[in-house]
């Protein structure tokens, strides 16, 4: 009987050590299930712990807690791997990313529940210490299971048994079939190491192409003014989704009633981002660039370099620059790289109503406050304006009320009692984002439409591009990195020369994305007027 206990005890062992390292991401949350696939860290472990019960003799408990220690990091860093990607849509960059984490986490403690903020943050701690202390007695159940001849011949084989599926499988694609071998954790320690060593040693840097000259005349859009608008999380699975298409459509419908009523036209694309869930600032810089910037060490060594973008383009045409950024809530001296006449922050823009949200701002607030700042125009010169909204960020809810009396937004009421409690009523409902989503998008909508009727007689070319997808708790598994564009204008040539160029008429955008999203460049300024540049350089 005590020779099946400790064998049972023994497989046990061994079990808690493989799951340990094999679970996945229960989308779209932060929890995890349990997987029958086998851990190739797991074998090794075994081989090396029989290897050095035979050849020095058993470890010590300082030796054993000091492998729990690096076991819990293992388990730490297939949580991060599998649940970042699951709900964020791509692979974490630490050397970059990390400094933005405290960020991310205030935003998401202002619109979550107490409860939940304190039951990550307990988590976060006590996880951590109940797995070393199961962990630490799982190794010395193996340790000590290494001492018996037999055991040590059976561990030896069945870790013999993994590594060679595991290598077999690298040759034959039919061996999963046999033997699932789950994906190594340690590789993503390596790949985040070799990372840290490219941008350290500065040969990032010396990897990007050289800056070369954006110009145009800018004759199809003389006299008017131009917004570039980036629509945070707007994304194609808007309008590839069935649920999403029928939620959003009574919305869409009088968006594209506004533009008609108000004399303009729209047609539309869908290009590839350089960025899915996050980071905008990373879809903005390929826009504006030419550049094709899909992380932020490509991002900051561009920034490096005095290089020409849409916003020079347009300045040395006569145009007043501006910057609207109501996520900007510190200093930016990135933002000398654009070279923006004025750059409107939070503190410039003053918002004074009731808070939605991280940024407390609201994007038809924004719109006008632009107004209000800018006066219309400053001697007749014409504007170029950019302006990243901010209401349609994830987790989406509160999502603020459209208010169509334009002047009472300005005010520190500017809803009424009962709109505002059930705006706030509404909290985010983090294991189906979907509803909270189109409601945000509702809204933008409702804003654009309101904006365009709010100047129905004024000339301007409004271009309103999708920064990238929102996170995969929303857009699913494997979804594309697709967004839509489209330009509103009463500008006829503008829009000729945009079909040309694959658009199509009227807001639903192409099924399939015409470009990548730094590529569009060109093809804006095409349609802008007569292009002076050499842009391939930058593709």
Same mark, same amino acid.
């Given at each position: 009987?005590?020779?099946?206990?400790?064998?049972?005890?023994?497989?046990?062992?061994?079990? &808690?050590?493989?799951?340990?390292?094999?679970?996945?991401?229960?989308?779209?949350?932060?929890?995890?299930?349990?997987?029958?696939?086998?851990?190739?860290?797991?074998?090794?472990?075994?081989?090396?712990?029989?290897?050095?019960?035979?050849?020095?003799?058993?470890?010590?408990?300082?030796?054993?807690? =000091?492998? !729990?220690?690096?076991?819990?990091?293992?388990?730490?860093?297939?949580?991060?791997?599998?649940?970042?990607?699951? *709900?964020?849509?791509?692979?974490?960059?630490?050397?970059?990313?990390?400094?933005?984490?405290?960020?991310?986490?205030?935003?998401?403690?202002?619109?979550?529940?107490?409860?939940?903020?304190?039951?990550?943050?307990?988590?976060?701690?006590? *996880?951590?210490?109940?797995?070393?202390?199961?962990?630490? $007695?799982?190794?010395?159940?193996?340790?000590?299971?290494?001492?018996?001849?037999?055991?040590?011949?059976?561990?030896?084989?069945?870790?013999?048994?993994? @590594?060679?599926?595991?290598?077999?499988?690298?040759?034959?694609?039919?061996?999963?079939?046999?033997?699932?071998?789950?994906?190594?954790?340690?590789?993503?320690?390596?790949?985040?190491?070799?990372?840290?060593?490219?941008?350290?040693?500065?040969?990032?840097?010396?990897?990007?192409?050289?800056?070369?000259?954006?110009?145009?005349?800018?004759?199809?859009?003389?006299?008017?003014?131009?917004?570039?608008?980036?629509?945070?999380?707007?994304?194609?699975?808007?309008?590839?989704?069935?649920?999403?298409?029928?939620?959003?459509?009574?919305?869409?419908?009088?968006?594209?009633?506004?533009?008609?009523?108000?004399?303009?036209?729209?047609?539309?694309?869908?290009?590839?981002?350089?960025?899915?869930?996050?980071?905008? $600032?990373?879809?903005?810089?390929?826009?504006?660039?030419?550049? %094709?910037?899909?992380?932020?060490?490509?991002?900051?060594?561009?920034?490096?370099?005095?290089?020409?973008?849409?916003?020079?383009?347009?300045?040395?045409? !006569?145009?007043?620059?501006?910057?609207?950024?109501?996520?900007?809530?510190?200093?930016? #001296?990135?933002?000398?790289?654009?070279?923006? %006449?004025?750059?409107?922050?939070?503190?410039?823009?003053?918002?004074?109503?009731?808070?939605?949200?991280?940024?407390?701002?609201?994007?038809?607030?924004?719109?006008?406050?632009?107004?209000?700042?800018?006066?219309?125009?400053?001697?007749?010169?014409?504007?170029?304006?950019?302006?990243?909204?901010?209401? =349609?960020?994830?987790?989406?809810?509160?999502?603020?009320?459209?208010?169509?009396?334009?002047?009472?937004?300005?005010?520190?009421? #500017?809803?009424?009692?009962?709109?505002?409690?059930?705006?706030?009523?509404?909290?985010?409902?983090?294991?189906?984002?979907? #509803?909270?989503?189109?409601?945000?998008?509702?809204?933008?909508?409702?804003?654009?439409?309101?904006? *365009?009727?709010?100047?129905?007689?004024?000339?301007?070319?409004?271009?309103?591009?999708? %920064?990238?997808? #929102?996170?995969?708790?929303?857009?699913?598994?494997?979804?594309?990195?697709?967004?839509?564009?489209?330009?509103?204008?009463?500008?006829?040539?503008?829009?000729?020369?945009?079909?040309?160029?694959?658009?199509?008429?009227? &807001?639903?955008?192409?099924?399939?994305?015409?470009?990548?999203?730094?590529?569009?460049?060109?093809?804006?300024?095409? !349609?802008?007027?007569?292009?002076?540049?050499? @842009?391939?350089?930058?593709?």
């Amino acid at each position: 009987r005590a020779v099946v206990v400790r064998w049972t005890v023994l497989a046990a062992a061994l079990a &808690l050590l493989n799951l340990s390292l094999t679970f996945v991401n229960v989308w779209p949350t932060l929890f995890v299930r349990l997987t029958g696939a086998v851990s190739i860290e797991t074998a090794l472990l075994v081989l090396v712990m029989v290897l050095i019960r035979v050849w020095i003799g058993p470890p010590s408990r300082t030796a054993l807690r =000091t492998l !729990g220690v690096l076991w819990v990091f293992l388990v730490v860093g297939r949580y991060a791997d599998v649940t970042t990607r699951s *709900l964020y849509g791509r692979d974490i960059n630490l050397y970059w990313d990390v400094r933005y984490m405290p960020d991310v986490s205030s935003m998401l403690a202002v619109v979550a529940e107490p409860w939940m903020v304190a039951a990550v943050v307990a988590g976060a701690l006590l *996880l951590p210490l109940v797995a070393y202390v199961l962990i630490r $007695w799982a190794l010395g159940c193996v340790s000590d299971a290494t001492h018996d001849r037999w055991a040590r011949r059976a561990l030896t084989a069945m870790a013999a048994a993994v @590594l060679a599926c595991g290598i077999a499988q690298r040759v034959d694609a039919r061996i999963p079939e046999v033997l699932e071998i789950a994906a190594p954790v340690t590789p993503v320690f390596m790949n985040q190491a070799r990372r840290f060593v490219y941008e350290l040693s500065g040969a990032g840097v010396r990897a990007l192409p050289p800056a070369t000259p954006i110009t145009s005349d800018l004759a199809r859009v003389r006299g008017a003014d131009v917004f570039l608008i980036f629509i945070e999380s707007y994304g194609q699975v808007s309008w590839d989704r069935p649920a999403f298409v029928t939620a959003l459509a009574s919305s869409r419908a009088r968006l594209e009633a506004a533009i008609r009523d108000t004399g303009r036209e729209v047609v539309s694309a869908s290009v590839e981002s350089s960025t899915f869930g996050g980071e905008s $600032w990373l879809a903005h810089i390929s826009l504006l660039t030419g550049a %094709d910037v899909r992380d932020q060490d490509t991002n900051v060594r561009l920034m490096a370099q005095p290089r020409d973008t849409m916003v020079t383009a347009f300045a040395r045409q !006569g145009y007043r620059t501006v910057a609207v950024m109501p996520g900007l809530q510190r200093e930016w #001296p990135e933002g000398r790289f654009y070279r923006f %006449d004025q750059v409107y922050g939070a503190h410039e823009l003053d918002y004074r109503g009731p808070p939605f949200g991280w940024w407390d701002i609201t994007d038809q607030y924004v719109f006008a406050r632009l107004d209000a700042l800018l006066g219309g125009r400053r001697s007749g010169q014409p504007l170029f304006v950019f302006f990243p909204t901010i209401s =349609t960020h994830t987790p989406f809810t509160p999502t603020p009320p459209y208010q169509p009396d334009w002047k009472r937004i300005l005010t520190a009421t #500017p809803y009424d009692a009962d709109t505002l409690d059930r705006a706030w009523s509404q909290p985010p409902d983090w294991l189906n984002l979907g #509803p909270g989503y189109t409601q945000a998008l509702d809204y933008i909508h409702a804003t654009l439409a309101g904006y *365009l009727r709010l100047h129905a007689r004024r000339d301007f070319v409004m271009i309103l591009v999708g %920064d990238h997808q #929102p996170p995969a708790a929303v857009s699913g598994e494997h979804a594309s990195w697709d967004v839509p564009v489209h330009v509103i204008t009463s500008r006829r040539e503008l829009l000729d020369r945009l079909l040309q160029k694959g658009f199509r008429k009227g &807001l639903a955008p192409t099924t399939q994305p015409l470009m990548k999203i730094n590529a569009m460049l060109p093809v804006l300024l095409d !349609g802008f007027g007569e292009v002076s540049s050499n @842009l391939a350089a930058h593709r």
